[in-house]
């Protein structure tokens, strides 16, 4: 299971491994509330990764790991983040009594990339599509002045299958290309 998250969407995808195929076997956003206390809302969060690895009994979780720093981030933001990305990595723990696997986001950048560049964040997409032989499942906005371009959590989608993919390249594959 490969995890993104952030305050605003969480991806979630499952890669599943067998007879020497790897494929997309789940992928989904969920948008943590906005509304309630924090301890309202970081349970909320808590409860719905919890339901998905009971629904989904992953054998191994990879989380991408926070930021420390973003440029035009403030501290409550990132106060924030990290907040929601402990929440997770200690439902994962509480729930499968093993830790989620911590990738740092250019390690999973650098590991999965196809030529000698990282790719972007928006480039994720056609990455995963190159590595798994798909067409990506985009979520398309539905009003606006942009509608019909790729939502953004068609992106937070992305980063949890390039999580998931990181973590297969790194410690099911064991071929750290970086």
């Known amino acids: 299971m490969g995890l993104d998250a952030s305050t605003t969407t969480i991806g979630l995808s499952i890669l599943k491994y067998d007879d020497g195929y790897l494929s997309l076997d789940h992928y989904e956003y969920y948008k943590p509330p906005k509304e309630g206390n924090i301890f309202e809302r970081l349970g909320a969060v808590r409860e719905f990764i919890v339901s998905k690895i009971n629904e989904l009994q ?17 501290p409550k933001t990132i106060i924030a983040l990290a907040q929601l990305n402990r929440t997770v ?10 830790p989620p696997m911590l990738l ?5 950048r650098r590991t999965i990339k196809l030529g000698k560049l ?17 067409i990506f ?13 790729p939502a953004d959590e068609s992106f937070d989608m992305a980063d949890s299958m390039a999580v998931a993919l990181a973590y297969y390249k790194l410690f099911i594959e064991g071929k750290d290309n970086v």
Do not use: R
């Open 118 to 134: 990282q790719p972007k964040k928006e480039e994720i997409p056609d990455v995963i599509c190159a590595h798994l032989d798909i």
């Open 104 to 108: 740092d986001v250019n390690k999973i």
């Open 137 to 149: 499942p985009y979520v398309y906005k539905k009003q606006g002045k942009n509608k019909g371009k």
């Open 89 to 98: 990595g200690l439902a994962v723990y509480n729930k499968t009594g093993k």
């Open 58 to 74: 992953p054998t191994d979780v990879a989380l991408e790991e926070i930021i420390q720093y973003m440029k035009k981030t403030t």
